[in-house]
């Protein structure tokens, strides 16, 4: 029931959230990596050392042998790169940038390889905010697994077509927004204060586990609608994201309340 809340309150969670931080972990846009970044506290004018781990989203361990690139921006003017093209064999760096004011800094990693083999380009890119006046965007909190608790499960695997739907889902498209990127916080917040129980339930009750499985297959025919479409601003995932709300709403309320007093009407036709 709480899993079925939480789709409904999409449209009010949806609204951008910020805070404070000094770490954030992020994708890289096909989820080869997670790139982890981190930081003191950022003066403006005085040289910070920017910590950057690439982690193995499998092992959950930093990936040795990058091969990466790193561009330091505000209002599209770079200040700090992009370096030729680098390799660390521990999979961290340290890269000292200076900050000259306060605003919102863009960090963007380009990885192009991965223990001495070449890949096709991914980025991360990070929101960094100088000064105490400005507010910086709550990173993604993720979940052990990297997949949805109840559907994984609900399908067995966290290999499962639905689940890699959820997750590919996720990566490839709310996260590329900055409302998707503030709902996926709100929303894992919540989400995760109940999951894992739901999910050992599943694990214990074959018939509930069954009933879950039906449940969250309209809901993975509506989501995979996003896949057909081009989300390319932030109006757009807001569009897309409240009617894919209100599509499920339709589904799991509407249609059983029209059932039920569809079946009401029958007995008091019938009964009298």
């Known amino acids: 029931m709480k899993f079925l809340i939480a789709m409904f309150l999409i449209p009010l969670l949806i609204i951008p959230a910020f805070a404070q931080t000094n770490s954030q972990i992020l994708p890289t846009e096909k989820g080869t990596l997670d790139v982890k970044l981190s930081y003191d506290e950022i003066i403006p004018g005085q040289q910070t050392k920017l910590n950057i781990d690439f982690i193995n989203p499998q092992t959950k361990k930093i990936q040795e042998h990058i091969d990466y690139k790193i561009t330091v921006s505000k209002d599209s003017e770079t200040i700090f790169g992009p370096i030729p093209l680098t390799h660390t064999s521990v999979g961290s760096v340290k890269i000292p940038v200076e900050f000259i004011d306060e605003g919102i800094y863009s960090v963007e990693l380009e990885i192009e390889g991965i223990l001495f083999q070449p890949i096709p380009l991914e980025k991360a890119s990070f929101d960094v905010a100088v000064g105490e006046s400005v507010v910086q965007p709550t990173p993604i909190p993720k ?130």
């Open 143 to 272: 979940n052990n697994d990297g997949g949805c608790l109840i559907a994984t499960a609900a399908f067995g695997s966290e290999l499962s077509p639905q689940v890699q739907q959820l997750r590919e889902l996720r990566d490839n498209t709310i996260l590329n927004t900055k409302s998707g990127m503030a709902f996926m916080t709100a929303f894992n917040q919540f989400y995760y204060s109940f999951s894992p129980t739901v999910a050992d339930f599943e694990r214990e009750q074959p018939i509930f586990k069954e009933f879950v499985k039906i449940t969250l297959t309209p809901m993975l025919a509506s989501l995979s609608m996003l896949n057909h479409v081009n989300i390319d601003s932030e109006q757009e995932m807001l569009g897309y994201g409240i009617s894919i709300v209100l599509l499920n709403i339709g589904i799991y309320i509407g249609i059983p309340v029209f059932g039920i007093l569809k079946v009401h009407k029958i007995k008091r036709k019938y009964g009298s």
